[in-house]
């Protein structure tokens, strides 16, 4: 654990785990519950395991166990991670499981469904998750006011954005795998990195400003001031941040 400063302050331990490689316990992603408070969840590595998430504090004592709902299917040992994808919103917590269409919200009470989403018969199972082109994988999620969005891969099609509209419940899917495409000034293409009050957040990092100047020389002198002096820039500088407003 480190301050904002770049202070060490110290490990963090994780209850019941011993970091052995032929541990059957092995505990995965980490998110904070609040300000003392973490969960992670623990990789069903045998089929066996009953514990799907984990909350405990910065000292390592176990405060909740969330259990694991799926039929218990013993197998050989194996390890996959980021099956578990979390998301912050109104300071409560977020996740949903790889093969798994609902979202959950997780507290000190349990998890709770929040979201469920309608993949159909493209949704990740243990016997096709391999098979890309089969299925659709979802990514990352970010959620605002008006807007949720999801982050995906639909049948090996690399990053996929879905807005989901909450007041008109309309959903519009798009790609960008290469940045969505800057029609106004033709500079950079935005990749979306997450979202806060409804405006859609990227970053840019300034190698791939001096990479678009290189390709791009003559539409350099007709951008717009603000824009004309990140070309400026050192390859090496700070990323800048973008916004988007969402309609």
Known sequence: KYSLEGKYL??????????????????????????????????????????????????????KTIPNRKPLIEHTLSISVGDVKYFHYKNKLYFN?????????????????????NRGKLIPTSENRSKVNDIIQTNAYFESEKFFLITL?????????????????????????????NNTDGFVPFIPKGIYNDELLGIIQQQDISLWVEKNNALKD??????????????????????AKLK
């Not at 499981?97 to 989403?117: Q, S, W």
């Not at 007709?222 to 050192?234: A, I, Q, R, V, Y």
């Open 10 to 63: 110290g490990s963090i331990l994780i209850p019941n785990y011993n970091d052995g490689l032929t541990d059957s316990y092995v505990p995965d992603r980490f998110e904070y519950l609040d300000n003392n408070l973490l969960v992670c969840n623990i990789i069903n590595t045998n089929g066996l395991l009953k514990t799907l998430l984990l909350i405990f504090d910065e000292n390592g004592k176990e405060i």
């Open 97 to 117: 499981e790889y093969c798994n269409d609902t979202i959950f919200n997780v507290g000190l009470e349990g998890a709770e469904p929040y979201l469920i989403m």
């Open 153 to 181: 891969w639909i049948r090996g099609s690399n990053d996929n954005l879905a807005f989901y509209n909450k007041s008109t419940s309309k959903l519009k899917v798009c790609n960008f795998e290469t940045g969505f495409k």
């Open 222 to 243: 007709k951008l717009p001031n603000e824009l004309k002096d990140l070309t400026l820039k050192d390859p090496t500088d700070n990323p800048t941040i973008a916004i």
